[in-house]
């Protein structure tokens, strides 16, 4: 009882600081969340439906990827110049509405069209790091950041259930259709909510407005060729890790569906309970990691992530196809394979942000993502191609050695930052 009662009593304390920005930005995921997991574990398999093949989707993924990449680059500019509200709030709404191109889609050729326009509104997402950053302590960003994804994630957890029983009944077109209007419709709330944040980027901490076209270009380049100057001398590390990370994951991400339901075997309604135990395995991870990201050190996270994640890998391209065992290595590998996502948005982003000044925060989460973004899609080509000509495994077979590889850079070359910025 008494360690029930602590228990208590110190999630009661990590949650105090769960308040301001942070609160809102959380309430606002707690609503858009449990859709955006609805769709997850049909969407590509309803382009395959619409009739792409796996090169065409590794194209759209790649091109969504470039242009959500380049498109950050005004994007953290935006948000060091001008701040971070008016921009999260006025893209939120168009994301959601950029929804309506999926629901409506009578061929992949508009699913294109719908994916490229919801990743150029994503220009607002270094605003949005930023704003997060600004909003937790330093020595409690680890929690933080993992509190944040917490909750919004529990309240998911339902959401590959309700997808894979309205894909059963309805059929994958028409029950996709359905998950994308309600989409729609949760975005646009979550944006309203999003209207009573408050603005993390004092006018002091603001660079003097540029008057006139050629003067606005010039303070551009002279922003982001400091901000490149600035990575390149002392992120160098995280932006190679980031590199290598977001080449493998996110070559395969678009892949792991088709993979399972098409080339393994595994049945809608399987899928979507395995989707389910993944997040289940995420939710009873995140907020122990972010705790520990904090107690133990970011160093020693990333290491025991990329560990996982790399084992994990492995045993899912080993998957059996169509055999008895099969469902059991997916419910196995599958979700200690997604721990991907707790690295890659939570204990990464933590290490960024103890290392990059306030004022240069969206303009470096930028340039990272761009970087990463480069990568990725280079990789999501890749996966495509090599899914459909050489084989359906070696995509996942090419993402555990990417893996290894990513355990090998942060064991010799990631150390723990003397101070951290504020």
Request: charged share 15%; hydrophobic share 55%; aromatic share 16%.
């Amino acid at each position: 009882m008494k360690r029930a009662l602590g228990w208590l009593q110190r999630l009661r304390k990590n949650l105090s600081f769960l308040r301001g920005n942070l609160l809102i930005l959380t309430l606002s995921w707690m609503v858009w969340y449990p859709a955006l997991r609805m769709l997850e574990p049909y969407d590509k398999l309803y382009m395959e439906d619409l009739g792409a093949t796996p090169s065409i989707i590794g194209v759209i993924a790649a091109l969504s990827t470039f242009v959500v990449a380049f498109i950050r680059i005004p994007g953290g500019y935006i948000a060091d110049r001008f701040g971070r509200k008016k921009i999260i709030v006025t893209m939120t709404f168009t994301v959601a509405l950029g929804y309506l191109f999926y629901a409506f889609a009578p061929s992949w050729e508009w699913i294109l069209i719908g994916a490229l326009f919801s990743n150029f509104c994503l220009i607002y997402q270094p605003a949005l790091m930023a704003m997060r950053a600004d909003s937790v302590l330093p020595e409690k960003r680890g929690i933080g950041f993992a509190l944040a994804d917490f909750l919004p994630m529990l309240v998911s957890i339902p959401s590959p259930i309700i997808s894979g029983y309205l894909v059963s009944k309805m059929g994958r077109v028409d029950g996709m259709r359905l998950l994308y209007l309600v989409t729609v419709g949760i975005g646009v709330v979550g944006a309203f909510i999003r209207f009573l944040l408050k603005e993390t980027l004092p006018e002091k901490k603001r660079e003097p407005e540029a008057k006139g076209s050629w003067r606005f270009s010039g303070d551009f380049r002279r922003q982001y060729s400091d901000t490149t100057k600035f990575v390149f001398r002392f992120l160098p590390y995280l932006a190679l890790i980031y590199m290598v990370f977001e080449f493998g994951f996110m070559g395969c991400y678009w892949f792991f569906q088709i993979f399972a339901v098409d080339f393994l075997g595994i049945s809608n309604s399987d899928w979507g309970v395995v989707y389910t135990l993944s997040l289940v395995v995420y939710l009873g991870t995140v907020v122990p990691i972010g705790v520990l990201v904090d107690k133990v050190g970011r160093r020693k996270l990333m290491l025991s992530l990329t560990g996982i994640v790399c084992l994990s890998a492995f045993l899912f391209a080993l998957t059996p196809q169509r055999a008895e065992h099969t469902l059991i290595y997916v419910i196995v590998s599958f979700p200690m394979l997604m721990l991907a996502n707790v690295a890659m948005f939570n204990v990464f982003p933590v290490l960024e942000a103890d290392l990059v000044p306030r004022e240069k925060r969206g303009r470096v989460s930028a340039t990272l993502f761009l970087l990463s973004g480069i990568a990725g899609a280079a990789g999501q080509a890749l996966a495509g191609f090599a899914y459909e000509r050489i084989g359906p495994r070696f995509p996942f077979v090419l993402l555990t050695a990417l893996i290894f590889v990513d355990f090998i850079f942060i064991f010799f070359l990631v150390k723990e930052p003397r101070e951290r910025e504020l």
